[in-house]
């Protein structure tokens, strides 16, 4: 499985952006796919993940009310809507996956993509 994040950028407080992961490879193995981040000095930490065969949304909740995790299958895609941007939301984002049900914990995760890098300034 492999796994490429895009939408990154530069964006004031208060903006948004979409992320996307598009998944290649065996994409089957992609069943579960999370978003995680990891600013500078800091550990990385779970921000919202999805079932892409049912549907099943979880997010942490700092993000709950202004990010939204969503899926195209016919895309193996899926992207991350980002909105009412904060400063403290700067990080590099990383997608992952995994075959298993939905966690939090990034060890649990065995595909990872590269991360794409938000930053929000005040």
């Known amino acids: 499985v492999q796994l490429q994040a895009s939408g990154g950028g530069l964006v004031q407080a208060g903006g948004s952006l979409r992320l996307s992961c598009a998944v290649s490879?065996?994409?089957?193995?992609?069943?579960?796919m999370a978003w995680f981040r990891q600013a500078p000095g800091k550990e990385r930490e779970f921000v919202a993940a999805?079932?892409?065969?049912?549907?099943?949304?979880y997010y942490e909740d700092s993000v709950k009310s202004r990010f939204t995790i969503s899926g195209d299958n016919a895309k193996n895609t899926v992207y991350l809507q980002m909105t009412n941007l904060k400063p403290e939301d700067t990080a590099a984002y990383y997608c992952?996956?995994?075959?298993?049900?939905?966690?939090?914990?990034?060890?649990?995760?065995?595909?990872w993509g590269p991360g794409t890098l938000v930053t929000v300034s005040s």
């Open positions: 992952a996956a995994d075959l298993m049900t939905i966690s939090t914990k990034a060890y649990e995760y065995k595909y």
């Open positions: 490879g065996r994409t089957f193995s992609a069943r579960v």
């Open positions: 999805i079932s892409r065969s049912s549907g099943t949304t």
